[in-house]
């Protein structure tokens, strides 16, 4: 099982990124997906969920609005597009699907 995201970076409060996760050795669309994050000396947190048809979304109060998960289950991928970033949007940002993690891609907000 692999979970490789990628999209990450630096960029400035306001500014917008797209994380893919890339997903092998398992059966993709049987699993709903989400990304967590964990920013420094913090515990991890749920982002966003999307089911396994992609028919539903749920997201954390703090980027409602901002964030949008999605996924493609033809390409074994899942999405997430974060828009007007603020500082505190700045953590390690992780793939999951239930008991798989992928290793995490870094989003740093900063002017």
């Known amino acids: 099982v692999q979970l490789v995201e990628s999209g990450g970076g630096l960029v400035q409060p306001g500014g917008s990124l797209r994380l893919s996760c890339a997903a092998s050795?398992?059966?993709?669309?049987?699993?709903?997906m989400s990304w967590y994050r964990q920013a420094p000396e913090k515990g991890r947190e749920l982002v966003a969920t999307i089911s396994r048809a992609g028919g539903s979304t749920a997201y954390t109060d703090s980027v409602k609005g901002r964030f949008t998960i999605s996924r493609d289950n033809a390409k074994n991928t899942v999405h997430l597009q974060m828009n007007s970033l603020k500082p505190e949007d700045t953590a390690v940002y992780y793939c999951?699907?239930?008991?798989?993690w992928g290793q995490g891609t870094q989003v740093t907000v900063s002017s």
């Open positions: 050795g398992f059966t993709f669309s049987s699993y709903a």
């Open positions: 999951n699907a239930q008991l798989f």
